[in-house]
């Protein structure tokens, strides 16, 4: 593996390896025998906010013996108009690796390819591979496998996470349901490159919960739609995860949530505080599943 930059691009093989070492990361935190990033310095280039990711590489690169460079678009020549491959050829020179989060997947594409080092996704618009890998460990830990599962996403489901986790289901065979108003629903053309028939599309919020094993969902308004908030928020209206949808899962099934959450909204306080345990255990895995990646890309 030499970039992490979508689930797409992974085999079934790498992310079952991703997710053993991942659950090894875990259970050796502060006594790891091997540092592998010693002597190295990796740079974090975000284009957008974030709490759980930037916190998770900053850690997780010390951890694993690294020193990490937090350069926000904004305060380098980028956010000024240098182009993604001038960035990437000076960057390439002097940090040893790259976890870029932006908005055009092209831009994290051309940067692996321009810079020559390892490169990983840290959110586009078209996936958060990242995060799909932590709720596959989360997942493996609290019902063994996801083999034979049925995931349920409600909410935004054309946004990164429900695409990447669209890939996540093509590759690994469990059934994927998308639940989601019809203007927010996946492009067809992106279902007919997935080539699998487990992924499943629907308007029909309940019947997509019923029996499902894990209840996943994502804000309405992803960055950069700010400002089609009001919008979002009429046509989302009802996508929500709250304790009525819940009865309808499995008895015991996760809910799940990336974060950052918005009450009220994609799911209920309810139902969020009911599974908090689970859901802040999620984005814990963010540390252990990404130094899983940074570890085998330096491999
Ligand atoms: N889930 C996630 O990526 O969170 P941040 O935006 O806080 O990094
Ligand atoms: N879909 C969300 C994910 C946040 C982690 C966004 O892009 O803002």
């Known amino acids: 593996m030499k970039n992490l930059l979508s689930i797409e691009s ?7 390896r991703i997710l053993e070492f991942a659950a090894e990361m875990k259970s050796t935190r502060g006594r790891h025998a091997t540092h592998p990033l010693r002597h190295q310095c990796w740079g974090l280039l975000f284009s957008k906010s974030s709490t759980r990711t930037r916190v998770s590489f900053e850690v997780g ?3 694993l013996g690294g020193d990490a460079l937090f350069l926000s ?11 993604i491959s001038d960035t990437a050829r000076v960057l390439g020179r002097m940090v040893h690796g790259a976890v870029i989060r932006t908005f055009a997947q092209s831009d994290v594409e ?8 390892p490169t990983i996704n840290a959110l586009t618009d078209d996936e958060h591979p990242c995060q799909i890998l ?4 989360t997942i493996r830990e609290r019902l063994g ?3 034979g599962k049925i995931v349920t996403f409600v909410g935004d489901g054309a946004c990164n996470v429900p695409v990447s986790w669209m890939w ?5 065979g469990f059934e994927l349901r998308i639940a989601a108003p019809k203007a927010y629903q996946p492009a067809p053309e992106l279902l007919a490159r997935l080539g699998t028939n487990r992924v499943i599309v629907t308007d029909d919020l309940a019947t997509a919960a019923e029996g499902a094993d894990v209840l996943y969902t994502d804000v309405w308004v992803s960055m950069g739609k700010e ?4 919008y979002r928020e009429a046509q989302l209206g009802g996508y929500c995860i709250d304790a009525a949808l819940v009865k309808r899962a499995k008895p015991g099934a996760l809910v799940l949530h990336c974060l950052p959450a918005y009450r009220g909204k994609e799911i209920t306080e309810e139902v969020l505080e009911a599974n908090a345990e689970t859901i802040f255990t999620q984005a814990e895995n963010r540390l252990h599943a990404q130094k899983a990646v940074l570890s085998l890309l330096v491999k």
Not at 110 to 117: E, V
Not at 134 to 137: G, I, K, M, S, V
Not at 227 to 230: C, L, R
């Open 10 to 16: 992974l085999s079934a093989a790498e992310i079952c």
């Open 61 to 63: 690169i010390r951890e």
């Open 145 to 147: 496998s996801i083999d």
């Open 168 to 172: 996540a289901s093509a590759k690994l």
């Open 134 to 137: 932590a709720d596959l460990q």
């Open 73 to 83: 678009a904004n305060d380098i020549q980028l956010g000024r108009g240098e182009p």
């Open 110 to 117: 051309d940067f692996a390819r321009y810079s020559g080092i």
């Open 227 to 230: 400002e089609e908030t009001a």
